[in-house]
C-alpha cells in the first residue's frame, strides 16, 4: 500500500496533487505538509496535515514513522524569481532541505520523487529541442539547487540504492492555485486578468518562448513516472517533459479566440525576462516517452479553452 508524505504541499502543485492522489490511494494514505497553514481550511479538512520545515530532519524522520510513510514527494522549494531576491534562503531550504529528504529515504526505505525545472538549464544548453542530456550552466540561484537536486537524487540512487525519480517541469498552468514567483508565472496570470479586465500587462517580452504545461498533465507525469517500472528507467531522475512551447502573443492570440476585446500590453520585468532568456524555448522529451510512457493530453489550444472554462466558473464570470 503507497504511503505518501508530499513536502511543500500548499504550493501551486502540492495543493492539485494531494487531492489527485487522494483519489488514486485513498486520503489517509496522503499526507500533506507545509511550513505552515495558509489557504482555504476546507483542505485541511480532506485528509492528513502535519506542519513540517524541511530543514527539521528529524521531524522528516518522524512523520515518516508515524506514518509509516514508503514515498516521499519532495516539492518544498523557493522558486525562480523569489530565489534571485533571497538566494540565501533559496539556497538553505532547497538544497538542505533536498538533502534531509535523501538521508531520510536512505534510512527509512523510502522511494522519492523530487521535481527538477527548465531553470536546471543555461548558457551553452542548446535552445531548441534541449536534449536530455546536455550542458547545464544555469546563472540563478534556483537553477543552480535544481542541478545539484538532480546530481545529488542520481548519487543517492548510485549509492545506496534509493529509488529517486523526477522530472524537468516546464511552466505550470493551473486555475485552482496561483504560482508562487516564477518566471513563467505570466501563462497564469493572464487568465485572470483576460476573464476580469480583458487586458493585461505582460512582464515578459513578446517573442519569448518558454515550454509550459497544464495542471493535469504536470499531476499525470508525477503519478505515472512513480508508477513506472523501474527496470525500464535509464535515466530515473531530471526527465525532460513539455506539453507545449509558446511566447506570450501566441497565448494572447489564443486567448482572443475567446475573449475577442481582449488586449495585452508589456511592461518587462529585466529579472525575469533576463532568466526566461537563459532558458530552452522547448525540450526533447523524447526520453521520457520511451522509458515510461510519457504523454500530455492538453495542447495551447485545449489548454486556453479549458483553462478559461474552469477559471470563469470558479470567478463566476459569464463568458
Avoid at 286 to 292: H, L, P
Amino acid at each position: 500500500m503507497k504511503r505518501i508524505l508530499i513536502t511543500g504541499a500548499l504550493g501551486q502543485i502540492g495543493t492539485e496533487l494531494t487531492a489527485y492522489l487522494r483519489k488514486q490511494y485513498g486520503k489517509d494514505n496522503v499526507i500533506a505538509s507545509s511550513r505552515r497553514k495558509r489557504g482555504d481550511e476546507s483542505f485541511f479538512e480532506t485528509g492528513p496535515f502535519e506542519i513540517l520545515d524541511v530543514n527539521d530532519a528529524q521531524g522528516i524522520a518522524d512523520i515518516c514513522k508515524k506514518y509509516k510513510i514508503n514515498q516521499i514527494i519532495h516539492l518544498a522549494a523557493i522558486l525562480s524569481a523569489k530565489a534571485e531576491e533571497n538566494p540565501q534562503q533559496a539556497y538553505n531550504i532547497n538544497m538542505n532541505g533536498t538533502y534531509n529528504v535523501l538521508e531520510v529515504a536512505r534510512e527509512a526505505g523510502i522511494a522519492v520523487f523530487t521535481p527538477s525545472s527548465i531553470a536546471a538549464f543555461g548558457a551553452g544548453t542548446p535552445a531548441d529541442n534541449t536534449p536530455q542530456d546536455t550542458i547545464q550552466r544555469p546563472n540563478t540561484m534556483y537553477g543552480v539547487t535544481k542541478v545539484a537536486g538532480e546530481l545529488l537524487c542520481d548519487y543517492y540512487y548510485l549509492k545506496y540504492g534509493v529509488d529517486t525519480r523526477g522530472v524537468r517541469f516546464p511552466g505550470i498552468i493551473s486555475y485552482e492555485t496561483l504560482p508562487g514567483g516564477g518566471t513563467t508565472d505570466y501563462a497564469v496570470h493572464i487568465f485572470y486578468e483576460a476573464l476580469k479586465n480583458k487586458k493585461y500587462s505582460c512582464f515578459i517580452k513578446a517573442g519569448t518562448f518558454m515550454d509550459m504545461m497544464y495542471m493535469p498533465d504536470a499531476l499525470k507525469a508525477i503519478h505515472d513516472l512513480m508508477e513506472a517500472n523501474p527496470e525500464k528507467l535509464k535515466h530515473r531522475n531530471a526527465f525532460n517533459v513539455t506539453a507545449m512551447s509558446f511566447e506570450p502573443e501566441m497565448l494572447a492570440a489564443e486567448i482572443r479566440k475567446h475573449i475577442p476585446g481582449f488586449e495585452m500590453s508589456y511592461d518587462v520585468d529585466p529579472v525575469r525576462q533576463s532568466i526566461a532568456d537563459s532558458w530552452p524555448n522547448s525540450l526533447d522529451d523524447s526520453c521520457a516517452r520511451e522509458e515510461w510512457g510519457w504523454c500530455p493530453k492538453y495542447d495551447l489550444s485545449s489548454m486556453t479553452a479549458d483553462m478559461l472554462q474552469k477559471l470563469a466558473e470558479k470567478l463566476k464570470i459569464k463568458q
